[in-house]
């Protein structure tokens, strides 16, 4: 049974930063592409960056620059650092398990396995 789980979000001021992990079994971690969507209120769920298997990567237009994302394979972890909040990056965000296979996606449909999300928000 495959399970992702986040943690690392929070309450942050504008300007601050935050690291969220994830952590993944039940699967062969390494072979997997790896995202971190979030999803506001009232607004569809979104990518914001995505790291293939081989460690190419995908960056939002609104994050980058501010947002990295990383893997650990020996540790079945992906992370998302996240620096230069702004009130907007609020949401909650879940990481997301793409199937093997080549490339990169980003599309909400796209990804076969979601972790149950953890809050991020930003005050002004």
């Known amino acids: 049974q495959v399970q992702l789980v986040e943690s690392g979000g929070g309450l942050v001021q504008a300007g601050g930063s935050l690291r969220l992990s994830c952590a993944a079994s039940g699967l062969t971690f390494s072979s997997y592409a790896m995202g971190w969507f979030r999803q506001a209120p009232g607004k569809e769920r979104a990518l914001v960056a995505a790291?293939?298997?081989?460690?190419?990567?995908y960056y939002a237009d609104s994050v980058k620059g501010r947002f990295t994302i990383s893997r650990d394979n020996a540790k079945n972890t992906v992370y998302l650092q996240m620096n230069s909040l702004k009130p907007e990056d609020t949401a909650v965000y879940y990481c997301?398990?793409?199937?093997?296979?080549?490339?990169?996606?980003?599309?909400?449909?796209?990804?076969?396995?979601w972790g149950q999300g953890t809050q991020v928000t930003v005050s002004s």
């Open positions: 997301a398990a793409d199937r093997p296979r080549i490339g990169l996606r980003i599309g909400v449909r796209e990804y076969d396995y």
């Open positions: 790291i293939s298997s081989s460690g190419s990567t």
